[in-house]
């Protein structure tokens, strides 16, 4: 198998992480007879600090045209980065929002296991803990506020905040459905959380 991945280290520690990843990667393709090729992008203030937007059309088109992306962590200290003190829409988590948009990524998969070999170290008390878990988290990336309109008006000499959440109901079904398929898969219950 021959796999071409876009790797985007990103800020702060993501390099690190990426750089890591890689070398694991690499392993698991030398054990199996695979090669991995690599391309790296530059995305949130990585991206800001050379072409002076947190993503570019180019990296975009790198993306998708790879078989996977590796993303480490994008942004900074939002109190002393100058990239905090950029409009929002150039600020380092808006290219993770357009690239999740370019790749129709919707939802987010996180896993929630208790091994045997943990369990004492959990914060749950035992007697919940016990039987175990085995959960998997879909939180969903690219509606409601991530993508709102926004904005700042007065009222009666009062500055207010608006943000809005909006969802249609395509994307609910969207979300729905592959949350069930997954919960089929694994023979678990769905519970909805908003």
Known sequence: MELHITCIPGDGIGPEIVRETKKVLDKVAHKYGHKMIYKDILMGGASIDVHGVPLTEEAIADAKAADAVLMGSIGGNTTTSPWYKLPPEKRPEAGLLALRKA???????????????L??????????????????????LTG????????????????KAIDTLTYDENEIRRIAIKGFDIARKRKKKVTSVD
Do not use: H, Q, W
């Open 103 to 117: 790749l129709n990524l919707f939802a987010n998969l996180r896993p929630a296991v208790l091994y045997d070999e």
């Open 144 to 159: 409601g506020l991530y993508f709102g309109e926004r904005k700042t008006i007065e009222e009666n000499g009062v500055r």
């Open 119 to 140: 369990a004492a170290a959990c914060p749950l008390k035992e007697e919940i803990s016990k039987a175990g878990f085995d959960m998997l988290i879909m939180r969903e």
